[in-house]
């Protein structure tokens, strides 16, 4: 179920809905997120847990570690995930509770729980959410960035994002953030491309205009 977004159209009918989303596009670096041609789940969610509350800087540090715990090896291996003993990953970096995140993670790739990257790319949004939820310390946010940037859906809304609910406040020029029930009625307006406009609300928080 690959969905090809039309981009032009998508912002058009973001533009339209108000003078401010038009001009918060016409100066922002423009979305031109494609669906991933091919995915590996396990990968990308293993990255996802170790950047979980954490600035980037820190999370990409200890994911280097991390990664540099199987070299010469493009593609994590759950099998050799599930055989690394805690304590290596702990040295890493990873916290009690990401180290044990991984593993499930890694567990559940192998049980099949966690379905192959072909196999999401013909679910739906609601059927990956439900799956990868079943996974220790994967949420609907992990879930929605992997729907949003890795698989390309064009429908994503990421209501409990804090830069989403910043940049719409900053947006409309609102002095407190939307709740996430406030931020799914604004959505309505912007589907079927509400993952246009999170990335604009992102990107509005770019600069300190």
């Known amino acids: 179920m690959i969905r090809v ?15 401010h989303m038009a001009q918060l596009i016409r100066r922002s670096r423009r979305y031109e997120i494609t669906p991933a041609i091919s995915l590996r789940p396990f990968d990308a969610l293993a990255e996802s847990i170790a950047y979980q509350q954490l600035n980037g800087k820190a999370a990409a540090t200890i994911w280097k570690r991390v990664r540099a715990l ?10 050799k995930v599930l055989a690394t003993p805690d304590e290596a990953l702990r040295a890493a970096g990873l916290s009690r509770s990401k180290t044990a995140a991984l593993k499930d993670l890694a567990a559940k790739v192998v049980d099949g729980t966690v379905p192959s990257g072909r196999a999401l790319l013909r679910m739906s949004d609601d059927e990956i959410i439900a799956r990868l939820n079943q996974v220790r310390g994967i949420g609907r946010w992990t879930v929605e960035m992997l729907l949003l940037f890795d698989l390309g859906r064009p429908d994503v809304w990421p209501v409990d994002d804090y830069g989403v609910r910043k940049g719409f406040a900053k947006t409309f020029h609102k002095r407190k953030l939307p709740t996430p029930k406030q931020l799914m009625k604004h959505g309505e307006k912007w589907r079927p491309y509400r993952s246009v ?3 604009y609300f992102w990107r509005a928080l770019d600069d300190s205009r």
Not at 5 to 15: E, G, L
Not at 70 to 79: G, H, I, Q, V
């Open 5 to 19: 977004m039309n981009h032009d159209h998508a912002h058009r009918h973001i533009s339209k809905s108000h003078p």
């Open 70 to 79: 199987y070299p010469k090896r493009k593609w994590l291996d759950p099998a």
């Open 197 to 199: 406009a999170a990335w």
